[in-house]
């Protein structure tokens, strides 16, 4: 079956990248630095686990999975956050805030004027928290109902075999902007943590990232990376290649 569109765009999302990397291999992926799942979002019928650690990403996901078509459709379609019934379920508040602005790291709490000047323009109808959207998201929750969230640091899920699609922060300054960014991992550990995954390890980085072996990847246009910074991203890889 097909993959899956994006349920918000988040900063360094990899769902347009995705299918450059290797395809899983396993029956099992499991996302340590979920964020948004781009990965998995191109094959949903995995058995999908996803980790995260920050526990807005987290209360999406739990949301999402656990909602119907009729509970997404539900939400009403607003410009502000805090126009929504105060009965609206945490994550999906949440969920609706990522739609104010493209490719955040956070929540915001209304609609960006870029996103506004689009919706006017006609260019996107998509623009924010809008029916379009909304039924979007709606006409995909039920593909991932068998989907997995474990709210917590990357260490939290056990060790099994599977494609680890593993797409942590970038060391240094585009890998800051998280509400846990790289300033809150050590890359050594995270290394030899990597190594000992059982499965098919695919480990992302850029630029001239050394904690692994990496290898050049692609180079693509910031923006792809749905990514706020502009210009060139050196992507780098790092495979086991399923030892």
């Known amino acids: 079956m097909s993959g899956l569109r994006p349920f918000w765009r988040y900063y360094g999302g990899k769902w347009l990248a995705a299918p450059s990397y290797p395809p899983p291999r396993c029956e099992t992926i499991i996302e340590p630095f979920a964020g948004a799942a781009g990965y998995s979002l191109r094959y949903p019928d995995h058995n999908v686990i996803l980790v995260e650690k920050y526990p807005v990403i987290a209360e999406i996901w739990r949301w999402l999975i656990a909602a119907s078509a009729a509970d997404v459709l539900a ?6 956050v805090d126009d929504l019934p105060a009965d609206t379920p945490l994550g999906a508040k949440f969920l609706v805030g990522f739609h104010m602005n493209a490719a955040t790291t956070r929540p915001r709490r209304r609609i960006s004027s870029g ?3 689009q919706r006017v323009s006609g260019r996107d109808s998509g623009c924010g928290w809008s029916p379009t959207t909304r039924e979007r998201i709606a006409s995909q929750v039920e593909r991932i109902k068998h989907w997995r969230i474990v709210e917590g640091d990357y260490t939290r899920v ?3 075999y599977a ?3 593993i797409d942590p922060p970038y060391i240094g300054r585009a890998g800051g902007y998280y509400k846990y960014g790289s300033d809150t991992l050590n890359y050594e550990q995270l290394a030899a943590w990597c190594r000992r995954r059982a499965g098919q390890v695919i480990v992302c980085e850029a630029g001239t990232a050394g904690w692994l072996p990496f290898q050049p990847h692609r180079v693509i246009k910031a923006s792809t990376m749905n990514t706020t910074s502009g210009g060139w991203s050196h992507e780098l890889i790092w495979t086991n290649n399923d030892r």
């Open 75 to 80: 939400i009403p379609c607003v410009d502000v």
């Open 158 to 160: 056990a060790n099994m």
């Open 115 to 117: 996103l506004l000047r």
């Open 163 to 165: 494609t680890w699609f």
